[in-house]
Protein backbone atom coordinates (compact mmCIF):
# COMPACT_ATOMS: atom_id res chain seq x y z
CA UNK A 1 0.00 0.00 0.00
CA UNK A 2 1.56 3.50 -0.74
CA UNK A 3 0.80 4.44 2.69
CA UNK A 4 3.21 1.94 3.85
CA UNK A 5 6.23 3.41 1.74
CA UNK A 6 8.87 4.99 3.92
CA UNK A 7 11.34 6.03 1.00
CA UNK A 8 10.30 9.56 0.82
CA UNK A 9 11.14 10.01 4.48
CA UNK A 10 13.46 7.52 5.75
CA UNK A 11 16.66 7.06 4.31
CA UNK A 12 17.66 4.11 6.43
CA UNK A 13 15.07 2.90 4.25
CA UNK A 14 16.24 3.64 1.12
CA UNK A 15 17.81 -0.24 0.14
CA UNK A 16 14.29 -1.91 1.37
CA UNK A 17 11.93 0.57 -0.66
CA UNK A 18 13.69 0.28 -3.60
CA UNK A 19 14.68 -3.19 -3.95
CA UNK A 20 11.54 -3.94 -6.36
CA UNK A 21 12.70 -1.72 -8.85
CA UNK A 22 15.73 -1.89 -10.65
CA UNK A 23 18.06 0.95 -10.36
CA UNK A 24 18.53 3.40 -13.77
CA UNK A 25 22.04 2.94 -15.06
CA UNK A 26 25.04 5.53 -14.08
CA UNK A 27 24.87 6.65 -17.74
CA UNK A 28 21.38 7.16 -17.85
CA UNK A 29 20.93 8.57 -15.13
CA UNK A 30 24.00 11.52 -15.61
CA UNK A 31 22.62 11.89 -19.26
CA UNK A 32 19.00 12.95 -17.94
CA UNK A 33 20.09 14.74 -14.69
CA UNK A 34 22.57 17.14 -17.14
CA UNK A 35 19.69 18.39 -18.70
CA UNK A 36 18.19 20.51 -15.54
CA UNK A 37 20.11 23.61 -15.74
CA UNK A 38 21.72 24.43 -12.27
CA UNK A 39 23.55 27.73 -10.69
CA UNK A 40 26.95 27.18 -10.43
CA UNK A 41 28.17 27.87 -6.73
CA UNK A 42 31.75 27.82 -4.50
CA UNK A 43 31.06 26.07 -1.15
CA UNK A 44 33.54 26.98 1.15
CA UNK A 45 34.47 26.63 4.81
CA UNK A 46 37.21 27.60 7.47
CA UNK A 47 38.00 27.28 10.74
CA UNK A 48 40.00 24.97 13.40
CA UNK A 49 40.68 22.08 10.54
CA UNK A 50 41.54 24.68 8.29
CA UNK A 51 40.20 26.21 5.14
CA UNK A 52 38.80 24.87 1.64
CA UNK A 53 36.00 24.97 -1.13
CA UNK A 54 34.35 23.30 -3.93
CA UNK A 55 32.56 24.14 -7.17
CA UNK A 56 29.12 22.57 -6.45
CA UNK A 57 25.74 22.51 -8.82
CA UNK A 58 23.84 20.32 -5.82
CA UNK A 59 22.51 22.88 -3.81
CA UNK A 60 19.32 23.79 -2.33
CA UNK A 61 16.60 25.57 -0.34
CA UNK A 62 15.14 22.88 2.02
CA UNK A 63 13.34 24.78 4.62
CA UNK A 64 12.01 28.69 4.92
CA UNK A 65 11.64 28.83 8.85
CA UNK A 66 14.38 28.28 10.10
CA UNK A 67 16.15 28.81 6.71
CA UNK A 68 17.94 25.97 5.76
CA UNK A 69 19.74 24.72 2.90
CA UNK A 70 21.77 21.67 1.40
CA UNK A 71 25.03 20.85 -0.27
CA UNK A 72 25.92 17.63 -1.59
CA UNK A 73 29.73 16.51 -1.73
CA UNK A 74 31.63 13.29 -2.58
CA UNK A 75 31.89 11.33 0.26
CA UNK A 76 35.68 10.58 -1.60
CA UNK A 77 36.65 14.42 -1.57
CA UNK A 78 38.84 14.84 1.69
CA UNK A 79 37.20 18.41 2.33
CA UNK A 80 34.00 16.22 4.14
CA UNK A 81 36.66 16.13 7.30
CA UNK A 82 36.69 19.70 7.36
CA UNK A 83 32.96 20.45 6.55
CA UNK A 84 32.65 18.25 9.53
CA UNK A 85 34.96 19.76 11.53
CA UNK A 86 34.95 23.18 10.88
CA UNK A 87 30.80 22.62 11.45
CA UNK A 88 30.48 25.57 9.14
CA UNK A 89 30.72 26.49 5.74
CA UNK A 90 29.22 29.03 3.02
CA UNK A 91 27.68 29.10 -0.22
CA UNK A 92 28.33 31.88 -2.94
CA UNK A 93 26.24 31.85 -6.01
CA UNK A 94 28.86 32.79 -8.86
CA UNK A 95 28.53 35.60 -11.36
CA UNK A 96 28.39 34.81 -14.97
CA UNK A 97 31.85 35.63 -15.92
CA UNK A 98 33.46 33.64 -12.88
CA UNK A 99 33.81 30.74 -15.03
CA UNK A 100 37.97 30.61 -14.11
CA UNK A 101 37.34 30.62 -10.64
CA UNK A 102 34.52 27.98 -11.16
CA UNK A 103 37.17 25.49 -12.45
CA UNK A 104 39.98 26.47 -9.84
CA UNK A 105 37.20 25.76 -7.06
CA UNK A 106 36.40 22.32 -9.46
CA UNK A 107 40.46 21.01 -8.79
CA UNK A 108 40.92 21.60 -12.80
CA UNK A 109 43.95 23.16 -12.00
CA UNK A 110 45.87 21.48 -9.68
CA UNK A 111 45.54 24.04 -6.65
CA UNK A 112 43.65 22.94 -3.37
CA UNK A 113 42.70 23.61 0.03
CA UNK A 114 43.93 27.22 1.03
CA UNK A 115 45.63 27.81 -2.37
CA UNK A 116 42.59 28.46 -4.18
CA UNK A 117 41.65 31.06 -2.04
CA UNK A 118 44.65 33.03 -3.96
CA UNK A 119 42.09 33.24 -6.25
CA UNK A 120 39.06 35.54 -6.08
CA UNK A 121 38.19 38.61 -3.54
CA UNK A 122 36.92 36.88 -0.12
CA UNK A 123 35.67 38.34 3.13
CA UNK A 124 33.31 36.81 6.01
CA UNK A 125 29.79 37.26 7.53
CA UNK A 126 29.32 35.82 10.84
CA UNK A 127 30.53 32.28 10.83
CA UNK A 128 34.29 32.94 9.23
CA UNK A 129 33.45 30.66 6.57
CA UNK A 130 34.95 32.16 2.98
CA UNK A 131 32.81 34.34 1.41
CA UNK A 132 33.16 35.92 -2.22
CA UNK A 133 32.79 39.95 -2.43
CA UNK A 134 31.27 39.32 -6.15
CA UNK A 135 28.89 36.75 -4.86
CA UNK A 136 25.38 36.98 -6.79
CA UNK A 137 23.94 36.07 -3.59
CA UNK A 138 26.01 34.33 -0.59
CA UNK A 139 24.47 32.19 2.35
CA UNK A 140 26.57 31.55 5.65
CA UNK A 141 25.70 28.58 7.35
CA UNK A 142 26.11 26.68 10.71
CA UNK A 143 26.40 22.82 10.12
CA UNK A 144 22.98 21.16 11.42
CA UNK A 145 23.22 17.63 10.19
CA UNK A 146 25.00 15.25 7.45
CA UNK A 147 23.66 12.41 5.88
CA UNK A 148 25.18 9.68 3.59
CA UNK A 149 23.40 9.06 0.37
CA UNK A 150 25.31 6.89 -1.73
CA UNK A 151 28.18 8.20 -3.58
CA UNK A 152 27.30 11.59 -1.85
CA UNK A 153 27.10 13.17 2.23
CA UNK A 154 24.43 15.46 2.40
CA UNK A 155 25.05 18.63 4.65
CA UNK A 156 22.41 20.69 6.17
CA UNK A 157 22.70 24.13 6.91
CA UNK A 158 21.03 26.57 8.55
CA UNK A 159 21.27 30.06 7.28
CA UNK A 160 22.95 32.87 9.81
CA UNK A 161 23.71 35.56 7.72
CA UNK A 162 23.00 36.31 4.00
CA UNK A 163 24.71 38.51 1.23
CA UNK A 164 22.97 39.48 -1.56
CA UNK A 165 24.09 41.43 -4.94
CA UNK A 166 21.53 43.93 -6.02
CA UNK A 167 19.90 43.21 -9.68
CA UNK A 168 20.68 44.40 -12.91
CA UNK A 169 18.67 47.04 -13.60
CA UNK A 170 18.53 46.52 -17.09
CA UNK A 171 17.51 42.94 -16.56
CA UNK A 172 21.15 41.69 -17.96
CA UNK A 173 22.20 37.95 -17.06
CA UNK A 174 24.38 38.04 -14.39
CA UNK A 175 24.41 34.52 -13.09
CA UNK A 176 26.66 31.53 -13.91
CA UNK A 177 25.07 27.89 -14.46
CA UNK A 178 25.72 24.62 -16.27
CA UNK A 179 23.40 22.77 -18.17
CA UNK A 180 24.57 19.89 -20.73
CA UNK A 181 27.57 19.93 -19.63
CA UNK A 182 29.07 23.59 -20.39
CA UNK A 183 28.77 26.99 -18.89
CA UNK A 184 25.59 28.79 -19.36
CA UNK A 185 24.49 32.11 -18.07
CA UNK A 186 21.04 32.99 -16.60
C1 LIG B 1 30.03 22.79 -12.61
C2 LIG B 1 30.50 21.82 -11.57
C3 LIG B 1 29.64 21.43 -10.56
C4 LIG B 1 30.03 20.53 -9.57
N1 LIG B 1 29.15 20.17 -8.59
C5 LIG B 1 29.55 19.32 -7.61
C6 LIG B 1 28.67 18.99 -6.53
O1 LIG B 1 27.56 19.48 -6.44
N2 LIG B 1 29.14 18.15 -5.58
C7 LIG B 1 30.40 17.58 -5.63
O2 LIG B 1 30.75 16.80 -4.76
N3 LIG B 1 31.26 17.90 -6.63
C8 LIG B 1 30.87 18.76 -7.60
N4 LIG B 1 31.74 19.10 -8.60
C9 LIG B 1 33.09 18.57 -8.56
C10 LIG B 1 33.91 19.27 -7.50
O3 LIG B 1 33.97 20.66 -7.68
C11 LIG B 1 35.35 18.71 -7.49
O4 LIG B 1 35.31 17.31 -7.47
C12 LIG B 1 36.07 19.14 -6.28
O5 LIG B 1 36.26 20.53 -6.28
C13 LIG B 1 37.43 18.49 -6.21
O6 LIG B 1 38.04 19.09 -5.11
P1 LIG B 1 38.84 18.25 -4.04
O7 LIG B 1 39.96 17.64 -4.83
O8 LIG B 1 39.30 19.27 -3.08
O9 LIG B 1 37.90 17.27 -3.44
C14 LIG B 1 31.35 20.00 -9.60
C15 LIG B 1 32.23 20.42 -10.60
C16 LIG B 1 31.82 21.32 -11.57
C17 LIG B 1 32.79 21.77 -12.64
Known sequence: MAADR????????????TAALPLATGE???DAIARLPSGVSIVATAGQAGKAGFTA????SVSDDPPTVLVCL???SPQNRLMQEN?????????????????IFAGRTGLHLEDRFRHGDWTVLSTGSPVLKDAVMALDCQ????QNVGSHIVYFGTV???QTKPRDPDGAKEVLIYHDRHYGEA
Open 28 to 30: AFR
Open 74 to 76: NSK
Open 143 to 146: LLSS
Open 160 to 162: VAT
Open 57 to 60: TAVA
Open 87 to 103: AQFSINLLPKDAVTLAN
Open 6 to 17: TADRNIAGQESA
